[in-house]
């Protein structure tokens, strides 16, 4: 192929490619990389097939004038245009990534909007190729994930570099490309369901990855280019000052919101007939062509004929003719001359902006702040987002990582809604166990935009402040810092006045020499932040934190815990996690223990520290006491032979495991098992530390076998140990069992007696979970002496303690007690209702056996109303999940109740 002909030829496709339809986006300042940090971002390879052939043809001189050139030119014009960022060349393959710039559009949508703009430029070119025997095409891959930027030197000069899975699995996927497509995950087929088209591709394994995935092919979008950097259905909450001033405003020159991004999320700030300025310069007039200052010119006119055209049109309609700039820190040298020319005109338009930075290019005549709102408007904007009642848990969740930000908060309400983390409980919508853990890309956008406009100085400091916690003082700042070889000045005060941290109101209970106290101003804002660092660094910050925080937060294991572990230091994620484990059994948080032990349990298997099988075999203790508190009784036994098979070597271990059995083996009712089980514990070693619980578990078999003198004397033994040793929590339990052995016998007044002692103790316990157990156990007292009104009382003040101290397990227990009594007296709406609630909590603590109790009392009640058939449903329900978890004797209620009922 002749040189003449290649040169005809480019420019022919020169042509065909200025003719292809150039989709609108928004202008922008240019895209800055940082490097340093993680970012999640969209990845985009590109590889042009056919390139081999058409190298053979050409020589290299001709070869570059038509792929570099001129389709490659034409491709980068499409990704730069789409706000993407090639990083790349790589001989016949583009390799390109779109960062999260600004809060206003998905990363993911523009990676997706740049491949289909090259796609109808291959498009638009084939006949040409055609005509001179050139097949050529594209196969695209488009992937989105965290990805950690870097510079590196080739030669003399310094490029732009990625490393990340992300990016290999963008590589693969455009491997797998058809010709002329775009291939993609499941998850971002999923993400961009709303906005794109995507065909099934089947599923298939990656080069490198063990498990298959679904994959789809990218098709044309179903909507124009989503902006979020405000949410158009945003009500306009908490702002009537500011409403009304921009409502006396005389509509004379501009007027200026000022706030971080989102803080003026929503279109009640506009006049009618409002138009966006950044829509008026996509317009595209003028010519490319023309030197820039003859460009400047036309764009002045062009610019004015549209805004006279569209002030005609705005008065024919009786509207007043307003312009609209937002994220006015973000525009370019070419837009602020062009506005700049329009304001030099004899009657300017009324302007209204809004800046996340002081607007310093233009004196507005009306400026107003826009700080975060308040608690209460952040509630009132949350319930009309989502149009129902939210329980106060999740109303909390939302206000803390909205920060009192609208566009945030409807952010995440969106994002709850697509991620269906979002359902109906007793108090109105409330988050599932999906929660608000994703975060969406713009909201990760908008705060890493703000974060990378800091100093560098000034952002290390962000960064330390996040590892460190949602709170902290500037004592532990200052030592974090210190550990780094940063000497704290005025940066957290510098970080106060740009928005990230405010001083904390709470009062600071047991921070020695703590000085003042700092919280971020946005819990997004902090987990972004931390996010983003580069795993070398982040687990160094984590380490200068856990020796900050360790001397003034030992009573807090968790969040050392958290700090161990993300510093890799195993030995001490094990110590914390354990007792963080330890504490939560404690306070009957069974699913926080089971967490908990988690984290233990994968610390130790990383640990090379000494006494591992006996930390492993104290791990597994806890863990087969939560089972069984949880009634997962079977789970317990065998967590219970295990540790008998390894605790050969530590005769205390084996004595505490053994101890256990025997509990379990009393709770599934195998009463004789646990009898020989728990006497054999008892004679091997009647002094040990557990012995109360011993004596305590043989008096609740003569018990359960009517053998009421002998669990006296029991009791009586459990309660001597436990003052023995100095135990008032097992010596108040003690004293509970006492009166349930004196109800036995009929002595009501004795029990009575034995229950408000125990009730005492607690209280000089301040447990007020054991206070309301042992309310409770005093209503059931009350209701086996027949005293049904007393009784009710008595439950739901127990139900009060739980209901303050968030014990699910326990609320669940005294709404089925309480159900029960009120079903005796005949109240029947007030008992099913009771019913329902203890179902319904028993399920979300993990207590089956209740479940079961719950599903009885409903039957009752069914029963009661006549509906027989409903009711032997209820019993067939219950006797069946009885059965499942090993509770004959509730098994034998349930069926004798079906009985009587079919």
Same mark, same amino acid.
């Given at each position: 192929?002749?040189?003449?002909?290649?040169?005809?030829?480019?420019?022919?496709?020169?042509?065909?490619? +200025?003719?292809?339809?150039?989709?609108?986006?928004?202008?922008?300042?240019?895209?800055?990389?940082?490097?340093?940090?993680?970012?999640?971002?969209?990845?985009?390879?590109?590889?042009?097939?056919?390139?081999?052939?058409?190298?053979?043809?050409?020589?290299?001189?001709?070869?570059?004038?038509?792929?570099?050139?001129?389709?490659?030119?034409?491709?980068?014009? &499409?990704?730069?245009?789409?706000?993407?960022?090639?990083?790349?060349?790589?001989?016949?393959?583009?390799?390109?990534?779109?960062?999260?710039?600004? &809060?206003?559009?998905?990363?993911?949508?523009?990676?997706?909007?740049?491949?289909? $703009?090259?796609?109808?430029?291959?498009?638009?070119?084939?006949?040409?190729?055609? %005509?001179?025997?050139?097949?050529?095409?594209?196969?695209?891959?488009?992937?989105?994930?965290?990805?950690?930027?870097?510079?590196?030197?080739?030669?003399?000069?310094?490029?732009?570099?990625?490393?990340?899975?992300?990016?290999?699995?963008?590589?693969?996927?455009?491997?797998?490309?058809?010709?002329?497509?775009?291939?993609?995950?499941?998850?971002?087929?999923?993400?961009?369901?709303?906005?794109? !088209?995507?065909?099934?591709?089947?599923?298939?394994?990656?080069?490198?990855?063990?498990?298959?995935?679904?994959?789809?092919?990218?098709?044309?979008?179903?909507?124009?280019?989503?902006?979020?950097?405000?949410?158009?259905?945003?009500?306009?909450?908490?702002?009537? /000052?500011?409403?009304?001033?921009?409502?006396?405003w005389n509509g004379r020159g501009s007027s200026v919101l000022e706030g971080?991004?989102?803080?003026?999320?929503?279109?009640?700030?506009? %006049?009618s007939g409002a138009v966006d300025v950044l829509e008026a310069l996509l317009?595209?007039?003028?010519?490319?062509?023309?030197?820039?200052?003859?460009?400047?010119?036309?764009?002045?006119?062009?610019?004015?004929?549209?805004?006279?055209?569209?002030?005609?049109?705005?008065?024919?309609?009786?509207?007043? @003719?307003?312009?609209?700039?937002?994220?006015?820190?973000?525009?370019?040298?070419?837009?602020?001359?062009?506005?700049?020319?329009?304001?030099?005109?004899?009657?300017?338009?009324?302007?209204?902006?809004?800046?996340?930075?002081?607007?310093?290019?233009?004196?507005?005549?009306?400026?107003?702040?826009?700080?975060?709102?308040?608690?209460?408007?952040?509630?009132?904007?949350?319930? !009309?987002?989502?149009?129902?009642?939210?329980?106060?848990?999740?109303?909390?969740?939302?206000?803390?990582?909205?920060?009192?930000?609208?566009?945030?908060?409807?952010?995440?309400? &969106?994002?709850? /809604?697509?991620?269906? $983390?979002?359902?109906?409980?007793?108090?109105?919508?409330?988050?599932?166990?999906?929660?608000?853990?994703?975060?969406?890309?713009?909201?990760?956008?908008?705060?890493?935009?703000?974060?990378?406009?800091?100093?560098?100085?000034?952002?290390?400091?962000?960064?330390?402040?996040?590892?460190?916690?949602?709170?902290?003082?500037?004592?532990?700042?200052?030592?974090?810092?210190?550990?780094?070889?940063? %000497?704290? *000045?005025?940066?957290?005060?510098?970080?106060?006045?740009?928005?990230?941290?405010?001083?904390?109101?709470?009062?600071? *209970?047991?921070?020695?020499?703590?000085?003042?106290?700092?919280?971020?101003?946005?819990?997004?804002?902090?987990?972004?932040?931390?996010?983003?660092?580069?795993?070398?660094?982040?687990?160094?910050?984590?380490?200068? $934190?856990?020796?900050?925080?360790?001397?003034?937060?030992?009573?807090?294991?968790?969040?050392?815990?958290?700090?161990? !572990?993300? $510093?890799?230091?195993?030995?001490?994620?094990?110590?914390?996690?354990?007792?963080?484990?330890?504490?939560?059994?404690?306070? +009957?948080?069974?699913?926080?223990?089971?967490?908990?032990?988690?984290?233990?349990?994968?610390? @130790?298997?990383?640990?090379?520290?000494?006494?591992?099988?006996?930390?492993?075999?104290?791990?597994?203790?806890?863990?087969?006491?939560?089972?069984?508190?949880?009634?997962?009784?079977?789970?317990?036994?065998?967590?219970?032979?295990?540790?008998?098979?390894?605790?050969?070597?530590?005769?205390?271990?084996?004595?505490?495991?053994?101890?256990?059995?025997?509990?379990?083996?009393?709770?599934?009712?195998?009463? %004789?098992?646990?009898?020989?089980?728990?006497?054999?514990?008892?004679?091997?070693?009647?002094?040990?530390?557990?012995?109360?619980?011993?004596?305590?578990?043989?008096?609740?078999?003569?018990?359960?076998?009517?053998?009421?003198?002998?669990?006296?004397?029991?009791?009586?033994?459990?309660?001597?140990?436990?003052?023995?040793?100095?135990?008032?929590?097992?010596?108040?339990?003690?004293?509970?069992?006492?009166?349930?052995?004196?109800?036995?016998?009929?002595?009501?007044?004795?029990?009575?007696?034995?229950?408000?002692?125990?009730?005492?103790?607690?209280?000089?316990?301040?447990?007020?979970?054991?206070?309301?157990?042992?309310?409770?156990?005093?209503?059931?007292?009350?209701?086996?002496?027949?005293?049904?009104?007393?009784?009710?009382?008595?439950?739901?003040?127990?139900?009060?303690?739980?209901?303050?101290?968030?014990?699910?397990?326990?609320?669940?227990?005294?709404?089925?007690?309480?159900?029960?009594?009120?079903?005796?007296?005949?109240?029947?709406?007030?008992?099913?209702?009771?019913?329902?609630?203890?179902?319904?909590?028993?399920?979300?603590?993990?207590?089956?056996?209740?479940?079961?109790?719950?599903?009885?009392?409903?039957?009752?009640?069914?029963?009661?109303?006549?509906?027989?058939?409903?009711?032997?449903?209820?019993?067939?329900?219950?006797?069946?999940?009885?059965?499942?978890?090993?509770?004959?004797?509730?098994?034998?209620?349930?069926?004798?109740?079906?009985?009587?009922?079919?």
């Amino acid at each position: 192929m002749a040189t003449g002909s290649v040169q005809d030829l480019v420019a022919r496709l020169r042509s065909g490619l +200025s003719g292809t339809r150039r989709e609108s986006v928004a202008p922008r300042a240019s895209v800055r990389l940082q490097e340093g940090d993680l970012r999640h971002v969209a990845i985009l390879f590109l590889d042009v097939r056919g390139f081999t052939g058409l190298a053979e043809q050409l020589a290299p001189d001709e070869l570059s004038l038509f792929i570099h050139q001129t389709v490659f030119q034409s491709f980068s014009a &499409a990704i730069a245009e789409h706000r993407g960022v090639v990083l790349q060349f790589l001989g016949d393959a583009i390799y390109a990534i779109f960062p999260p710039a600004q &809060a206003r559009i998905d990363p993911r949508e523009m990676a997706c909007r740049a491949a289909l $703009a090259i796609l109808h430029q291959v498009e638009a070119i084939q006949p040409i190729c055609r %005509e001179a025997q050139l097949d050529i095409a594209v196969r695209i891959g488009v992937n989105y994930g965290r990805i950690a930027l870097s510079r590196v030197s080739v030669g003399e000069r310094l490029e732009w570099t990625g490393a990340g899975d992300a990016i290999n699995v963008a590589k693969r996927l455009e491997q797998l490309s058809p010709a002329n497509s775009v291939l993609v995950l499941d998850e971002l087929a999923r993400a961009m369901a709303d906005r794109f !088209e995507f065909i099934p591709f089947g599923r298939h394994q990656l080069k490198g990855k063990s498990e298959e995935r679904d994959l789809f092919v990218l098709g044309p979008a179903r909507v124009d280019l989503v902006q979020t950097d405000s949410v158009p259905t945003t009500p306009l909450v908490g702002r009537a /000052r500011e409403l009304e001033a921009l409502r006396d405003w005389n509509g004379r020159g501009s007027s200026v919101l000022e706030g971080e991004a989102g803080m003026a999320a929503c279109r009640g700030w506009e %006049e009618s007939g409002a138009v966006d300025v950044l829509e008026a310069l996509l317009q595209g007039h003028g010519d490319e062509e023309l030197d820039p200052r003859a460009r400047s010119l036309q764009l002045q006119l062009a610019f004015q004929s549209f805004f006279q055209a569209a002030g005609r049109e705005a008065e024919r309609r009786g509207q007043r @003719l307003t312009l609209r700039l937002e994220d006015a820190q973000w525009i370019d040298d070419g837009s602020l001359e062009v506005l700049s020319f329009l304001y030099e005109q004899e009657a300017p338009l009324p302007l209204i902006m809004t800046s996340r930075t002081p607007v310093e290019w233009m004196t507005p005549s009306l400026a107003m702040r826009l700080a975060p709102l308040g608690p209460e408007d952040t509630r009132q904007l949350l319930l !009309e987002l989502l149009g129902e009642p939210v329980e106060p848990a999740t109303q909390e969740a939302f206000l803390d990582r909205a920060g009192g930000n609208p566009f945030v908060l409807g952010e995440l309400v &969106a994002h709850a /809604r697509e991620q269906r $983390a979002l359902s109906f409980g007793p108090q109105g919508l409330e988050l599932t166990s999906r929660g608000l853990d994703e975060l969406p890309a713009s909201l990760q956008g908008a705060v890493l935009s703000r974060v990378d406009r800091l100093e560098a100085r000034l952002k290390t400091v962000l960064q330390m402040a996040a590892v460190l916690g949602r709170e902290f003082s500037r004592f532990n700042l200052e030592r974090v810092c210190r550990g780094a070889g940063i %000497e704290l *000045t005025d940066q957290s005060e510098r970080l106060e006045k740009e928005g990230f941290l405010t001083r904390s109101s709470r009062p600071r *209970t047991g921070w020695s020499d703590a000085g003042e106290l700092f919280v971020f101003a946005n819990g997004l804002v902090q987990e972004v932040v931390e996010d983003s660092l580069l795993v070398q660094n982040r687990r160094l910050l984590h380490r200068l $934190a856990l020796e900050a925080l360790e001397p003034e937060h030992a009573a807090s294991p968790g969040r050392l815990a958290y700090h161990a !572990e993300q $510093a890799q230091d195993w030995g001490r994620a094990l110590t914390y996690h354990a007792a963080q484990a330890r504490a939560a059994y404690e306070g +009957s948080h069974f699913k926080a223990t089971l967490s908990a032990l988690e984290g233990a349990e994968a610390a @130790l298997a990383r640990f090379t520290g000494a006494a591992l099988e006996h930390s492993r075999l104290e791990l597994l203790l806890l863990r087969l006491e939560t089972e069984e508190q949880l009634s997962h009784f079977d789970q317990a036994l065998e967590l219970a032979d295990r540790g008998l098979s390894g605790a050969g070597a530590y005769p205390e271990l084996a004595l505490r495991f053994a101890a256990r059995r025997g509990l379990v083996l009393l709770r599934k009712s195998r009463l %004789e098992e646990a009898e020989a089980c728990l006497g054999e514990v008892l004679a091997r070693s009647p002094q040990g530390r557990w012995l109360a619980d011993v004596q305590y578990a043989l008096g609740s078999v003569d018990y359960d076998l009517a053998r009421y003198q002998e669990a006296q004397a029991h009791f009586v033994a459990a309660r001597a140990a436990a003052v023995a040793a100095g135990d008032r929590r097992r010596e108040a339990l003690a004293l509970r069992s006492l009166a349930f052995a004196a109800l036995a016998r009929g002595e009501v007044e004795t029990a009575t007696t034995y229950l408000e002692a125990a009730r005492d103790l607690a209280h000089q316990l301040q447990d007020v979970r054991m206070e309301g157990n042992l309310v409770g156990s005093l209503g059931l007292a009350q209701q086996d002496a027949g005293q049904l009104e007393e009784a009710c009382a008595a439950f739901r003040t127990a139900l009060e303690c739980s209901q303050r101290c968030h014990d699910l397990a326990n609320q669940s227990i005294w709404w089925v007690n309480l159900g029960a009594a009120l079903l005796k007296l005949n109240q029947l709406q007030e008992a099913w209702q009771a019913f329902e609630r203890s179902l319904e909590l028993a399920g979300r603590a993990g207590y089956p056996a209740v479940e079961v109790e719950a599903r009885l009392g409903a039957a009752g009640v069914l029963r009661a109303r006549g509906q027989n058939q409903e009711a032997a449903r209820e019993a067939s329900q219950a006797a069946e999940q009885a059965s499942q978890i090993g509770q004959p004797a509730l098994e034998e209620q349930a069926r004798q109740l079906l009985a009587t009922l079919i």
